[in-house]
C-alpha cells in the first residue's frame, strides 16, 4: 500500500463538486435548511485524527516516556487515514460545490445555508489535513545504519 496520491483527492472532490451542483440545481427548493452536524461530526474526527498522528510519531520514533507502538494499530491508523482523507474530500468537493451555487443563487434560503455550508467545507479540509498527517506519521523513520548502506546492499 503506497501513500495517497493528491491526485486521487483532487478526483474525488471535483467529481463530487458537479454531482452536488447537480442534485442541488434539480431539488433546492424542496430541501430543509442545511444542518450543522455534519461540520461538528468532521471537526471531531479532524481534531481526533489530529490527536492520533501527535501520539503515533512519538511513539514510532520511540520518544522517552512513550510505551513502543503496536504495529497491528499503526496499519490500522493508516487504513483509517486513507478512508478520511477520501471521504474528506468527497465532503469538501460536495460543499463547495454546494457554496459555488449558493453564492450565485440570490434568495434568503441561498443567504442563509451559507455558513453552514462554508463550514462545512473547512471542516472537511481540516479533516484531509489531519488524516494526510496521521497516514504521514505512521511511516517508520529511517535508522542510522539504513542511511550508511548503499541502496543496493540488502537489509541485515
Known amino acids: 500500500m503506497g501513500p495517497t496520491r493528491p491526485a486521487t483527492l483532487v478526483v474525488a472532490g471535483l467529481a463530487a463538486a458537479g454531482l452536488a451542483w447537480l442534485l442541488i440545481t434539480s431539488s433546492y427548493n424542496a430541501l430543509p435548511p442545511l444542518p450543522w452536524l455534519p461540520t461538528v461530526t468532521l471537526v471531531g474526527l479532524a481534531v481526533l485524527e489530529g490527536y492520533a498522528a501527535v501520539n503515533t510519531r512519538a511513539r514510532v520514533e520511540r520518544r ?3 510505551d513502543p507502538v503496536d504495529p497491528l494499530a ?3 491508523f493508516v487504513v483509517l487515514a486513507k478512508a ?3 471521504a474528506g474530500a468527497i465532503f469538501a468537493g460536495f460543499y463547495a460545490g454546494l457554496l459555488a ?3 450565485l443563487e ?3 434560503a441561498a443567504y442563509n445555508d451559507i455558513p453552514a455550508t462554508a463550514s462545512g467545507l473547512i471542516a472537511s479540509l481540516a479533516l484531509v489535513a489531519a488524516a494526510l498527517w496521521l497516514e504521514r506519521s505512521c511511516r517508520v523513520p529511517n535508522r542510522p545504519d539504513d542511511e550508511s548502506r548503499g541502496p543496493d546492499e540488502p537489509v541485515q
Open 64 to 66: 522517552p516516556g512513550r
Open 74 to 76: 499503526v496499519a490500522r
Open 84 to 86: 478520511s482523507s477520501l
Open 101 to 103: 451555487w449558493l453564492a
Open 106 to 108: 440570490r434568495t434568503n
